[in-house]
């Protein structure tokens, strides 16, 4: 069964905006992974946080944790056209969720 | 460095029918995953291989899937009779091994094997 839950389940943006999308679990974790898959392709590996971590950053990503509400937040500041993707999030690993479909207009 | 390979990159099969894939993981990487992915759908894992030894199949339906990773490198699933409901994308991932202080690496992950049943 799947852990994780991203919503929305699909965002339509214009390039430049932020695109702003969550995660949410529903058991204690270790650490949360973000992915992203282009269609046709496999994951790649975006960012690891783990559960004593509340913030963290890679280049145009942020990355939020919350514990307490068991979710997380993926951010992509001034998106561009190829961050168009589904970005998944998984829990200790393994367990994915559900996926974000995100376009970006160019 | 090279990435995951996978073989093939498509297969069509009868139901009934027995299909096999083919993975190739990173260099060095003692992790091996294999994920089913339903279209519209996250991935979920089907078997986690630390070396050639089983770490969690729990999630394989046993009497129709097998994998075996030889030498802990390369690896087979296999499917056999194949079901309608087994259409999806096969994906195979490695990872680096880990000690208990610092679980689950990134994984890296190949393009798939997109299975379709007819």
């Known amino acids: 069964s799947q852990q994780g839950e991203e919503d929305p389940q699909a965002l339509s943006i214009q390039e430049g905006e932020n695109a702003t999308m969550n995660c949410s679990y529903k058991t204690s974790i270790n650490n949360l992974q973000w992915y992203r898959q282009n269609s046709g392709r496999g994951l790649v590996h975006l960012i690891l946080?783990?559960?004593?971590?509340r913030e963290k950053h890679s280049g145009r990503l942020r990355v939020t944790l919350d514990t307490s509400k068991k979710s997380s937040s993926l951010l992509i500041t001034a998106s561009r056209a190829a961050d168009t993707a589904s970005y998944f999030c998984?829990?200790?690993?393994?367990?994915f969720g559900t996926g974000t479909r995100l376009k970006v207009l160019a | 460095e090279a990435g995951v390979a996978q073989s093939p990159r498509y297969k069509i099969i009868e139901k009934r029918q027995s299909v096999a894939f083919w993975c190739n993981p990173i260099s060095g990487h003692a992790t091996l995953y294999w994920y089913q992915q339903i279209l519209g759908q996250g991935p979920k894992l089907l078997i986690q291989f630390q070396n050639n030894g089983v770490v969690d199949d729990s999630q394989l339906p046993k009497d129709r899937f097998s994998a075996e990773r030889l030498k802990g490198v390369d690896s087979t699933l296999k499917i056999q009779p194949a079901k309608l409901e087994d259409s999806a994308v096969y994906l195979c991932?490695?990872?680096?091994?880990?000690?208990?202080?610092?679980?689950?690496?990134?994984?890296?992950f190949g393009d798939g094997t997109r299975l379709s049943i007819l």
């Open positions: 998984a829990t200790d690993g393994y367990i």
């Open positions: 991932a490695s990872s680096l091994s880990f000690p208990p202080s610092r679980p689950n690496q990134p994984q890296h």
């Open positions: 946080i783990r559960s004593n971590e």
